[in-house]
């Protein structure tokens, strides 16, 4: 196969040749692409270095599937040109999101909808990839009827400039800044701008994908989303209110049998989930799993996954071996 990566030499493009590499993929040709001031740079492949490309040639060389992380804008103009050329395109920008023409795919929860003719296929937001894979199977089982999510974002999750950021931060140099504060030994209750009824745009995207993905509004959830000092993954504070009664050891079991979830649940000797335990791999981890005893039908959940990894690479090109597993393309 052909595989295209626009945004290759950016985080989330550098994980998914990462993770295509270990995923072992039958690739007749590898095309990276980038920005215009990447163009000219070489990204490896297998030990192999690949020239980064501009989207002309790109598109001139007829791709099977193509892998886009470059911006909504890129989105907006590339995908429906790549499209109409018969070439599957998975974007992990906001763009295609909430267009009721695109479907926005989670692979392990409603990869089923997929379908020969969509050529244009959106990846979710990282919080949201995270939070449904723990969300979906309980709601399967015992019916979710509220959430209230506090998340720890890594600086990982803005890109490679915050990174910069948070690590000259540590060293005292002074540098752009990608933030509005200073994040190194801060926190920062926003992450995207603020819309009138006072939650920042991550918030919302975790409320509205949820409905797309789960195609129910009947789940209520009230979101904080906080960036964080660190680099390796997202953390997730989950307080969900069931349906149906419960039993700990149930939901534990539960969990443990849902595909690419992971229970790290021994308050004994001090296991639970962490970024450092979720970094360069592709599960979602999950523990700190205990009754709510404020509340019935409710439970506490503490989550930890790469965000470069399961919330944007990895999930994208599970998106890609769905469809080349079930023919669809």
């Known amino acids: 196969m052909k595989i ?13 040749v990462r993770v295509l590499e270990e995923k072992n993929f039958s690739i007749k040709e590898f095309l990276p692409a980038a920005s215009p001031r990447s163009r000219g740079k070489e990204v490896k492949f297998k030990g192999i270095g690949y020239r980064v490309m501009g989207l002309d040639e790109i598109l ?21 040109r790549f499209a109409s050329f ?28 997929l379908k020969k003719t969509d050529k244009i296929i959106a990846n979710p937001n990282c919080s949201t990839i995270q939070m449904l894979m723990v969300l979906a199977p309980l709601h399967k089982k015992y019916k979710v009827e509220r959430v209230i999510i506090s998340t720890y974002q890594s600086v990982t999750g803005t890109g490679m400039r915050a990174v910069e950021q948070l690590m000259n931060e540590r060293k005292g140099i002074d540098h752009f800044k990608v933030y509005p504060y200073q994040i190194d030994l801060n926190v920062i209750p926003q992450i995207g701008p603020f819309y009138e009824n006072g939650f920042c745009e ?8 949820t409905v797309k993905i789960l195609r129910t509004d009947k789940i209520k959830i009230n979101a904080t989303t906080v960036r964080i000092p660190t680099i390796g993954g997202h953390g997730q504070s989950l307080n969900v209110k069931l349906h149906r009664e419960y039993r700990i ?23 639970y989930p962490m970024p450092v335990l979720a970094h360069g791999k592709d599960t979602v981890f999950v523990g700190r799993i205990r009754q709510d005893e404020t509340q019935s039908k ?6 930890c996954t790469d965000n470069l990894r399961k919330g944007s690479a990895t999930n994208a090109i599970q998106i890609a071996e769905y469809m080349l597993k079930n023919k669809l393309m």
Request: hydrophobic share 45%; proline share 4%; no cysteine.
């Open 4 to 16: 295209a990566i626009i945004g290759a030499t950016g985080l989330v493009g550098q994980t998914m």
């Open 298 to 303: 409710s439970i506490n959940l503490f989550t």
């Open 249 to 271: 050891d149930e939901i534990r079991k539960h969990l443990a049998i849902s595909p690419g979830l992971a229970v790290e649940d021994d308050i004994t000797n001090m296991k």
């Open 60 to 80: 001139s060389r007829r791709p099977d599937i193509v892998l886009m992380s470059a911006g909504s804008a890129v989105s907006l103009e590339w995908a429906p």
């Open 86 to 113: 018969g070439i599957t395109v998975i974007d992990n920008s906001s763009a295609w999101r909430m267009d009721k023409t695109k479907k926005l795919i989670i692979p392990e929860i409603n990869g089923i909808l």
């Open 202 to 209: 991550e918030e919302m995207k975790l409320v509205n994908e």
